[in-house]
C-alpha cells in the first residue's frame, strides 16, 4: 500500500562520476631536439710566404719580392735561377714601345714581344714613265703629297722608300732594264730633295713587281712608287710631343 506523494515508479540511485584521476586528456606531441654541430675547429695557419726573385718592370737586375706577386712577371726561389733566366730570355718583362701606330711589349717570361693590331693606312705615291724611257709622264699632285709625307715624317725613324720597276713584255738583257728602273728612282729621288724632303730619309731601291700586283696594282710597270717602310706605319693622331715619342721602337732597348 502507497503512502501519500508516493510513486509506483521505481527510483533508481544515480551513478557515481569517474575518478579524476581516472580521466586521460589526449597527449600533446612531443617535439625532438637537433642535435648541435660538433665545434668547429679554426684552419690551419698558413705558411710564411716564402721570398721570391724576379727583376721590375723592364729590368735586368733579380731582386728579392718578399711579397710574393706572382701575377704576371715569372719568378725563382733563388738568385741564382732568376739570374740565370735574365741570361737566356729575349726581352725585358715590362718593356713597352710604340712604332707609330701599335704597341708592342714583352711578355712576362721574357719569351719574346707582344703587339697590338691596329690598322693603320699609309699611302703610296706614283710616278709614271713612258715605256723603256727617262721621260715622266704623269706625277702626283704634288701638296697633296707633301701633306701626306709631313703627317707620317712624324715618325723619327720612318724613310720614304723609292722603288723603280722593271718593265716586262721587251727582249732587252735584264741588267739593263734594273739599270734604268733604278735610275728612273733617283730621278724621283732630286726631285723631292727640291721640294724640300730631307734627303737623309729617302732611299732607293728596286721595286718587287710581285709585291706590287699582291696589293692591287694593276697599271704600268714603267714606274716609280714612293711609300712608306710598311714595317713602319703612324695613326693619324700621333702627336710628336706625346709619350708616344720617348718611347718610340728602336730608340730604346729592350734586351
Known amino acids: 500500500m502507497l503512502g501519500c506523494g508516493q510513486s509506483g515508479v521505481p527510483v533508481t540511485a544515480p551513478q557515481a562520476m569517474p575518478a579524476a584521476s581516472s580521466v586521460v586528456a589526449?597527449?600533446?606531441?612531443?617535439?625532438?631536439l637537433a642535435a648541435l654541430p660538433p665545434p668547429v675547429e679554426p684552419p690551419p695557419a698558413p705558411p710564411p710566404?716564402?721570398?721570391r726573385w724576379t727583376t721590375s718592370k723592364n729590368s735586368n737586375e733579380c731582386s728579392e719580392n718578399s711579397a710574393g706577386d706572382t701575377s704576371y712577371y715569372q719568378h725563382f726561389q733563388t738568385r741564382e735561377e732568376c739570374e740565370t733566366w735574365v741570361k737566356e730570355r729575349?726581352?725585358?718583362?715590362?718593356f713597352a714601345c710604340f712604332d707609330g701606330c701599335n704597341w708592342g711589349g714583352c711578355?712576362?717570361?721574357g719569351k719574346g714581344m707582344t703587339q697590338t693590331l691596329l690598322g693603320c693606312p699609309s699611302l703610296a705615291y706614283n710616278f709614271e714613265f713612258s715605256p723603256r724611257s727617262m721621260d715622266v709622264q704623269k706625277e702626283p699632285d704634288w701638296a697633296w703629297m707633301q701633306e701626306g709625307v709631313a703627317e707620317e715624317f712624324k715618325a723619327p725613324q720612318r724613310r720614304l722608300i723609292i722603288s723603280g720597276y722593271v718593265e716586262p713584255g721587251n727582249t732587252e738583257v735584264r741588267a739593263s732594264a734594273e739599270k734604268r728602273a733604278l735610275a728612273r728612282a733617283k730621278l724621283v729621288r732630286r726631285k723631292l730633295i727640291k721640294h724640300g724632303l730631307p734627303a737623309k730619309r729617302l732611299v732607293t731601291e728596286?721595286?718587287?713587281?710581285?709585291?706590287l700586283r699582291a696589293v692591287g696594282y694593276a697599271g704600268t710597270l714603267a714606274l716609280v712608287r714612293v711609300g712608306f717602310d710598311p714595317a713602319e706605319r703612324v695613326r693619324e693622331d700621333f702627336v710628336p710631343s706625346s709619350r708616344e715619342y720617348q718611347l718610340w721602337c728602336g730608340a730604346i732597348p729592350r734586351k
Open 26 to 32: 589526449p597527449s600533446a606531441p612531443r617535439l625532438g
Open 49 to 51: 710566404i716564402r721570398p
Open 90 to 94: 729575349s726581352c725585358r718583362p715590362g
Open 107 to 109: 711578355d712576362g717570361d
Open 206 to 211: 728596286l721595286g718587287d713587281v710581285e709585291a
